[in-house]
């Protein structure tokens, strides 16, 4: 479905990604782990244009893109089919919740109001906040707000959605209530990328791992390879480093 190759960033002479490739299949969720700095989000980011790319390609269904020279037409398209939801959730504070979630329908969509408020409200309740259409975002919990973030992102029927460690900024016990969610998704079968810290949740959900350092890919494969029995000693070394606090964390999902 999704095939980056090759893709280079370098920030004020400084290399953020050397020549990644990664690849994603309809209906796989692929969960992204590494230190800070390794080039994660970068990454995500530039699968949806929001870095500027020095050299690669992208293929998309059919479709291939030279990253370098892509059009804003060719990113409108692209970004027709994809979602992505935030670390810091990237609400309008003047907006209600079913407005966050309606803007995009109605002002990139050019989408009827009220056929906007119809599948805005279906997205709140898929999320769990039928009763917060109204609220605005100073009224909603960290999660809440990450909550109106996801429905705003599923809204669009997007064919893969891009999730950029969407707990990260939440308070430990609000983290379980937005991965529930994302369980949720996962199970009926959406394409989702994740950029996460939450070990126990990537165990669980992800048909695939891929582990970033340096701006590389170092290696990728099932969650029993990389989580579960980790052969190299740097995944073992980051992964004893932050596995028990977000395990424990995943844990009272049950």
């Known amino acids: 479905m999704i095939q980056a190759s090759g893709i280079e960033i370098a920030f004020n002479g400084q290399q953020i990604l050397k020549g990644v490739d ?10 992204i782990l590494g230190p800070s700095g390794s080039g994660k989000t970068t990454l995500l980011r530039s699968l949806n244009f929001l870095e500027s790319v020095d050299m690669g390609r992208l293929f998309f ?11 804003q037409k060719e990113i409108a398209s692209i970004r027709k089919r994809t979602s992505y939801v935030f670390q810091n959730y990237n609400l309008f504070v003047n907006k ?29 309740d898929k999320v769990g906040l039928s009763d917060k259409y109204d609220f605005y975002p100073s009224q909603l919990s960290g999660g809440q707000q990450q ?7 599923i809204a669009t029927s997007p064919e ?16 379980g209530e937005v991965l529930e969610v994302m369980i949720q ?20 959900v992800a048909d695939r791992v891929v582990f970033m350092e340096g701006g590389q890919i170092v290696i990728e ?34």
């Open 160 to 175: 893969v959605i891009y999730f950029d460690e969407p707990t990260s900024a939440l308070d430990p016990e609000l983290i």
């Open 147 to 153: 909550r109106v973030g996801i429905a705003r992102a």
């Open 22 to 31: 990664l690849q994603v299949s309809s209906g796989e969720v692929v969960v």
């Open 221 to 254: 494969g099932s969650p029993e390879d990389i989580i579960n029995q980790p052969k190299e000693t740097r995944i073992q070394q980051f992964l004893s480093r932050i596995q028990n606090s977000t395990d424990n964390r995943y844990e009272t999902l049950g």
């Open 185 to 204: 998704l996962a199970k009926e079968g959406m394409t989702m990328i994740i950029v996460t810290h939450e070990i126990g949740f990537a165990r669980e």
């Open 96 to 124: 209600t919740a079913l407005q966050n979630v309606t803007e995009g329908l109605i002002i990139a969509r050019k989408m009827v109001k009220k056929d906007a408020e119809q599948i805005g409200m279906a997205a709140l």
């Open 61 to 71: 269904d059919d479709e291939n893109y030279d990253l370098t020279n892509i059009s």
